[in-house]
Every structure is written in structure tokens, then in C-alpha cells.
């Protein structure tokens, strides 16, 4: 079993800058692929981005392409969300989430359904 707490949310303007933090705890971090995903208000939980156990592998929602990336410190039981370029449809709450890694099959890191540790979240928010 895994514990995740996320961090770095926080207000920032249009076009600027944030990086969300993910620590795990528990069992070796290198068994999961990792997660982010999102959710605004009324809206379904929605995928943004994945990356495999060694951090070769990664995985984007198009609405985040080129503007956000996800990578990986196995040593510090960590993975991160850059987030660049921010709109005001990325405000969320932001959720990282773990599974026991296993075949990379792109369909299947993008549901929830997937990942059976979820964190408690981090808010986001844009201003236009």
C-alpha cells in the first residue's frame, strides 16, 4: 500500500508557472505508475498525465501537450507536475494517484478506474 500527499497548488495568473509535488510513502515507489488527474467543479474526474515506474514512459491529455509535464524521483519517493502556460480551464483540484505498475497500454492509465491510491488533492486556480 502506498499513502500520497500532493502540494504546490496555490492562485497564480494567466500564462504563469506551477509545480505540484507528490510524496509517496509505503511500499517501494518504483512498484507504481503514477498520475495526475483533475477535477473542476461539476465536471468527472479527468486524466492529465501518466508516467511508468522508471519515468521512460509518459503519457498527456491533449489539452496539456506542450504545456505540461510529468516526470519522476524514485529516490525521493516523488513525482511532479510542471505546469506552464496555465489557462483558466486548468483550475482544479488536482489529485495524483498510483498503480502497480504493469503493460503500458495508454487507454488504461487514462481512467481513474485504474489506480486504486488516490491523494487528497491540491487546488489550482487560474485568474484570468
Known amino acids: 500500500q502506498v499513502q500520497l500527499v500532493e502540494s504546490g497548488g496555490g492562485l497564480v495568473q494567466a500564462g504563469g508557472s506551477l509545480r505540484l509535488s507528490c510524496q509517496a510513502s509505503g511500499r517501494t515507489f518504483s512498484s507504481y505508475d503514477m498520475a495526475w488527474f483533475r477535477q473542476a467543479p461539476g465536471k468527472e474526474r479527468e486524466f492529465v498525465a501518466a508516467i511508468g515506474w522508471s519515468g521512460g514512459t509518459t503519457e498527456y491529455v491533449d489539452s496539456v501537450k506542450g504545456r505540461f509535464t510529468i516526470s519522476r524521483d524514485n529516490a525521493k519517493n516523488t513525482v511532479y507536475l510542471q505546469m506552464n502556460s496555465l489557462k483558466f480551464e486548468d483550475t482544479a483540484v488536482y489529485y495524483c494517484?498510483?498503480?502497480?505498475?504493469?503493460?503500458?497500454?495508454?487507454?488504461?492509465?487514462?481512467?481513474?478506474?485504474?489506480?486504486?491510491?488516490w491523494g487528497q488533492g491540491t487546488q489550482v486556480t487560474v485568474s484570468s
Open positions: 494517484a498510483a498503480k502497480i505498475r504493469g503493460p503500458w497500454i495508454g487507454r488504461q492509465q487514462a481512467r481513474p478506474a485504474s489506480y486504486a491510491y
